[in-house]
């Protein structure tokens, strides 16, 4: 079993920064593609931004330029490093382990942006 936990969150105002860390157990961490997912209320869960074993990146549209996604294999820890934030951001952030044709996900952390 892969436990996955988020930590990071909280409140910001718009245009504020925020980094979001998450750790996953298990000794071949560097090969686990991670993600981070986003809900907002009343709305579906989105992939927000994607990293696999090798460090290949991709991210939503709505986050591109402003949100980077990093990992620290050696921490068996993935980073979303959240800048000019917008209260559209607004939701709470999970993050998900992929390994094999299994899924994990963290219990999520919130965060909010309002002035």
């Known amino acids: 079993q892969v436990r996955v936990v988020e930590s990071g969150g909280g409140l910001v105002q718009p245009g504020g920064s925020l980094r979001l860390s998450c750790g996953a157990s298990?000794?071949?961490?560097?090969?686990?593609?991670m993600a981070w997912y986003r809900q907002a209320p009343g709305k579906q869960r989105e992939l927000v931004a994607s990293?696999?074993?090798?460090?290949?990146?991709k991210y939503a549209d709505s986050v591109k330029g402003r949100f980077t996604i990093s990992r620290a294999n050696v921490k068996n820890t993935v980073y979303l490093q959240m800048n000019s934030l917008k209260p559209e951001d607004t939701g709470v952030y999970y993050c998900h382990a992929e390994i094999g044709v299994h899924g994990y996900w963290g219990q999520g952390t919130q965060v909010t942006v309002s002035s």
């Open positions: 298990g000794s071949i961490f560097s090969f686990y593609p």
């Open positions: 990293i696999t074993g090798g460090g290949s990146t």
